[in-house]
């Protein structure tokens, strides 16, 4: 068992900035790779970016150059810097960690909303 714990969440106005932070209860090497994905209202969750631990990352097309995922493997945190927010970012962000045996484990969501 592994369990995501996210924070980070809020309100800001569109063009400011959040970081949010994933902690997991085991070491991030177990992990195939871990990333965050988004649930807009009325949308299927979605992919926003994933970082294997070897570093690789991966990101949607509408965050790129704007977000940026990284990892702190002695505190087994996942981070997501998000920058440039819109009001397309606003949903709920969830944190996932794919076992290298191929489980998947998910956090319990944060919200972020982007409104002025």
């Known amino acids: 068992q592994v369990q995501l714990v996210e924070s980070g969440g809020g309100l800001v106005q569109p063009g400011g900035s959040l970081r949010l932070s994933c902690a997991a209860s085991?070491?991030?090497?177990?992990?195939?790779?871990m990333g965050w994905y988004r649930r807009a209202p009325g949308k299927e969750r979605e992919l926003v970016a994933t970082i294997t631990y070897s570093g690789s990352t991966n990101y949607a097309d509408s965050v790129k150059g704007r977000f940026t995922i990284s990892t702190n493997s002695a505190k087994n945190t996942v981070y997501l810097q998000m920058n440039s927010l819109n009001v397309g970012d606003t949903a709920i962000y969830y944190c996932?960690?794919?076992?290298?045996?191929?489980?998947?484990?998910w956090g319990q969501g944060t919200q972020v909303t982007a409104s002025s």
């Open positions: 996932k960690y794919r076992h290298s045996l191929g489980y998947d484990y």
């Open positions: 085991r070491s991030i090497f177990g992990a195939s790779y």
